[in-house]
C-alpha cells in the first residue's frame, strides 16, 4: 500500500511559473522526503522534513508539512526547462522504518 | 566521488535464465535496498538489508533473492525470470533506516524478460 500520494499526476507549465505538487499520506510519519528523477535515471534526494517543523526550504524548492491534513507540497519557483522530471514523495510511519513512496508527479516546462 | 553503481544498465534476457545485477556503494552505508519501478505504481521495495548478511522481504519479494557478504554488495539475483519481472530496477543505499536519512539511487537497470 501506498503511505505518499503525489497529485497532481501530471503538470505542464511555463518556464519563469511556479511548479506546485502535493503528496499526502495515511498514518503518523517520522519524516517526508522529496526526490527528482530525471527520465529514467536514478532518484536524487532534494529535501527532508521532520514532522515537527512546517515549512523548510532550499533554494528555489519550499517544502511545507501539514501534519494535522497529512500532507505536504513542494513549491519550485521561478521554474527552468532543467526542473523537468518527476518528483516523489517518501515517508516511513512512525511504527516502522521502512520508506514507502507516492507514484510521482511528472513536471514538464514548458520553453 | 560517493556514488551507487548498478551493473549491467539494460538487460534483455528469456525466461527462465537466471541473472544477477549488482550494486556496490562506497560510502560505508549500512541500509541497502532493492526497489522496482513500473509505469504508475511509483517505487516498491523487494528487498532490504540493514547490515551484512541481515536481509529481508520488501513489498514484492516474490521471484527475487539477494545476499549481503560484504557491507558495500548487495546483488539481486533473479533465479528464473519471468516476463512480469520487466521493469526499471533501482539500488539504493543509506547511513541508516527510514526517513531520517537520504537515500542514494544507483542509476538503474532496465530489465526485459521475454
Redesign the interface.
Known sequence: S?QGEEDPQALSIQEGENATMNCSYKTS?????W?RQNS??????LI?IRSNEREKHSGRLRVTLDTSKKSSSLLITASRAADTASY?C???AKSN???I????TKLIIKP | EAQVTQNPRYLITVTGKKLTVTCSQNMNHEYMSWYRQDPGLGLRQIYYSMNVEVTDKGDVPEGYKVSRKEKRNFPLILESPSPNQTSLYFCASSIGTGSSYEQYFGPGTRLTVT
Not at chain 1, 510519519?29 to 522526503?33: E, T
Not at chain 1, 529514467?40 to 534526494?45: A, E
Not at chain 1, 513512496?101 to 510521482?104: E, H, I, L
Request: aromatic share 16%; charged share 10%.
Open positions: 501506498q510519519i517520522n519524516n517526508l522526503q526526490y529514467g535515471r536514478g532518484l536524487v534526494h527532508l516523489f517518501a515517508t516511513d522504518y521502512q520508506l513512496w507516492g507514484a510521482g
